[in-house]
């Protein structure tokens, strides 16, 4: 559980995610070693707190922080899918969508905290492929959702 002492070392801990309300989508589907992850949002005590268009409703530096509990959030179902967080032999690639007002050409920075997170747990094997996309709106109002597909050993 090296994975999971990392992160509470840091400070923070896997989200207990609510029930979902759908069977006709999960939040891990995995084929051979890969799991492919949904969009995640910043979820963080209980509910979706990081709302609005970055950055007029939340700031740069506030949504950044958000996307390292998309992190979380991914992780949470990770963990769920494959029963350990230390079978992860490499973080893919990452696609974070940032609700941002028209014109707004730094969504790879407020990325940075799902990334930075990703590497600082897992090193070399948390360096990934990663788009960052600004987009004119997400479900709930949140600033950020973030996919994710990862390597795993059996």
């Not at 990081?50 to 992780?75: C, H, M, Q």
């Not at 990770?78 to 079978?87: P, S």
């Not at 600082?120 to 597909?149: F, K, P, Q, W």
Request: hydrophobic share 40%; aromatic share 6%.
């Amino acid at each position: 559980m090296e994975i999971e002492q990392k992160i509470a070392a840091l400070g923070l801990a896997l989200p207990e995610l609510p029930p979902q309300t759908t069977t006709r989508r999960v939040r891990a589907v995995r084929t051979g070693n890969l799991v492919f992850l949904a969009g995640h949002g910043p979820f963080k005590d209980g509910g979706y707190p990081f709302k609005g268009p970055v950055p007029d409703a939340i700031s740069v530096e506030g949504a950044r922080e958000a996307t390292r509990y998309n992190a979380l959030a991914l992780l949470s179902s990770l963990k769920t899918a494959i029963g350990d967080l230390d079978k992860v032999t490499r973080i893919v690639k990452i696609v974070a969508y940032v609700y941002a007002v028209p014109g707004f050409d730094r969504a790879s920075e407020v990325a940075n905290g799902c990334s930075d997170l990703l590497m600082d747990l897992y090193g070399e094997r948390g360096r990934h492929a990663r788009s960052a996309i600004s987009v004119s709106g997400l479900a709930l109002n949140i600033c950020c959702e973030t996919e994710m597909v990862v390597e795993v050993r059996d």
